[in-house]
């Protein structure tokens, strides 16, 4: 794989993981760049180490976890999304009741979510002449950047709009997890 190539794979592997980042962000009180950071910092590693582990499980995986890929993906993606829509839709909009941070593990659990595509792309990347451990390394990084600028831009978002913008974030989750769904579902054979 040239370098375009391993450019483009990774920004693409890094956009689902954007949306849920600004989501993330607009649920948050006032996150700061550090927070951000941190965001970043767990996406960008759960999205590098995901081809690994895709790449590690090879052919032999690979048909297994590709029958069911889309569904994992859309299960957890729209149970996060249906979480952030029950906490847009609870309380008034008032900031003090947002938290400051987000848990490890519920940052985590949407880092994996969002990364199960990367996995299949690394067991596909066992069948063909790429270098693994620099398209791991790309995805990570790409990820950690647009996760951190989406963190962001949620909060920007979350101050003009409110719980609305975490209503929006998870409709967005639920929608990235129903268009993996239904890709996966409209291309499967007959």
Same mark, same amino acid.
């Given at each position: ?36 950071? /941190?965001? &970043? #910092?767990?996406f960008g590693v759960i *999205?590098?180490?995901? $081809?690994?582990?895709?790449?590690? @499980?090879?052919? %032999? ?8 890929d889309h569904w994992i993906a859309f299960v957890l ?8 829509? /029950?906490? &847009? #839709?609870?309380?008034?909009?008032? *900031?003090?009741?947002? $938290?400051?941070?987000?848990?490890? @593990?519920?940052? %985590? ?43 962001? @831009? ?37």
């Amino acid at each position: 794989m040239n370098l375009a190539a391993t450019a483009s794979l990774a920004f693409a592997m890094s956009t689902d993981a954007f949306a849920a980042a600004v989501g993330k962000g607009a649920a948050l009180q006032r996150p700061q760049l550090r927070e951000a950071l /941190r965001t &970043g #910092l767990i996406f960008g590693v759960i *999205e590098g180490l995901t $081809p690994l582990l895709g790449w590690a @499980l090879g052919q %032999a995986a690979a048909p297994y976890v590709q029958a069911w890929d889309h569904w994992i993906a859309f299960v957890l993606l729209a149970v996060l999304g249906l979480r952030m829509i /029950r906490e &847009g #839709l609870s309380a008034p909009d008032v *900031e003090d009741e947002k $938290p400051a941070s987000h848990s490890f @593990l519920r940052l %985590a659990v949407t880092g994996v979510a969002t990364s199960i595509d990367a996995l299949i792309v690394g067991a596909g990347l066992a069948f063909v002449d790429a270098d693994i451990l620099v398209v791991s390394a790309a995805i990570g990084f790409a990820t950690f950047l647009m996760v951190t600028l989406g963190v962001m @831009l949620g909060r920007g978002l979350g101050a003009l709009a409110g719980k609305r913008a975490e209503l929006a974030g998870g409709v967005v989750l639920i929608v990235i997890g129903s268009t993996i769904l239904y890709q996966h579902l409209s291309a499967a054979p007959v």
